[in-house]
């Protein structure tokens, strides 16, 4: 009697059709991954048992090396969440210490650059505020309505696109080459204007670019030039 019909003897017909069948598969296992991991398998160090359990080695293997890709990849989320937390709260108190309109602009552009990464920037008014001058760009009417436009519901919007004119005169000669943009409106009780981003990077402003830090960040400035607009 063969080992696998002495295992099979006494068995239930279950685990008997199973031996029966797996003798007339010997190669049924092999690309069964999802049981292969769940099986425990001895190591008779000959034949194909061992292959087979070679086979499951390199099966777990491979599956830990995935579960460690996945935990690096939700790892890297968190730390850039936990950045742009940090850059948003740098922001708000560097706003709070703000005392005019022109130490709002002042520190949104550092804080964009140096905490936000951002390339191109353009910080556009309505109408001029007091103390502004290189700070900000005060558009015609009509050009600020062009912008308005992209931001109907008063949310940050990505992926705009902007006529030549317009770029050039938010940012001169580099606003031909820019490849995506995003806008941040500013609308307060007082303070009228936007926030208008570049990058060179197709994808950095593209249309399924998340939008949330954006409206966070327009919040936060509003809720500044509001604040020294009725102080003045």
Known sequence: MTELAAAAAGAPPEAAAVLAYLRAHPEFLWDQE??????????????????????QITLLRQQNG???QRIDAVLSVVRQNAELGAGLLDLAVALLQSSDCREVLEAVQ???????????LALVLREALPGVVEQAVVLAEGDFRC??????????ASGIALEPGLRSDLFGGAGAGLASLALIPLRGNKAQGAIVLGSNDPDRYGP?????VLDQIGRLVVAALDRCLAES
Request: no cysteine; proline share 4%; glycine share 6%.
């Open 34 to 55: 999802d049981l292969l991991a769940a099986m425990t398998l001895p190591h008779v160090g000959r034949g194909s048992a061992a292959s087979l359990l070679e086979r």
């Open 66 to 68: 995935q579960l460690h």
């Open 110 to 120: 550092r804080h964009l650059r140096e905490h936000f990464h951002v390339e191109y």
């Open 147 to 156: 912008l308005s436009v992209l931001a109907p519901a008063a949310r940050a």
């Open 208 to 212: 399924e670019a998340g939008v949330d």
